[in-house]
């Protein structure tokens, strides 16, 4: 059973910046993809982008494509989500996954609890 915690979310105003982390516990999530997805309120979960096993191929959603960068640390167990130039439309709650397929979202089946991440205007 792989456990994902995240951690990172906050307040911050348009433009700024901030890096969500995932820490993994339970075994090691070096064979696994990796995603970020987010759910704002009253909104469908949105695929944000993924990274493969071995952090060769990332794929982004185009709402976030040149603002967003997930990378990941084997070694730690751990994988990001920097975000930039962020949005008040990037409001929502922040998700890691651990799948299959750094590009295709249905792959997912381990989830963290979510992240809160608000961007005022």
């Known amino acids: 059973q792989v456990r994902l915690v995240e951690s990172g979310g906050g307040l911050v105003q348009a433009g700024g910046s901030l890096r969500l982390s995932c820490e993994a516990s339970?075994?090691?999530?070096?064979?696994?993809?990796m995603g970020w997805f987010r759910q704002a309120p009253e909104k469908e979960r949105e695929f944000v982008g993924g990274?493969?096993?071995?952090?060769?191929?990332?794929y982004y959603a185009d709402s976030v494509q040149g603002r967003f960068t997930i990378s990941r640390d084997n070694a730690k167990n751990t994988v990001y989500l920097q975000m930039n130039s962020l949005k008040p439309e990037d409001t929502a709650v922040y998700y890691c996954?651990?799948?299959?397929?750094?590009?295709?979202?249905?792959?997912?089946?381990?989830w963290g609890q979510g992240t809160q991440v608000t961007v005022s205007s």
């Open positions: 990274i493969s096993a071995r952090g060769i191929t990332t």
């Open positions: 996954a651990a799948g299959i397929s750094a590009v295709a979202p249905d792959t997912y089946n381990y």
């Open positions: 339970g075994r090691t999530v070096s064979p696994y993809a």
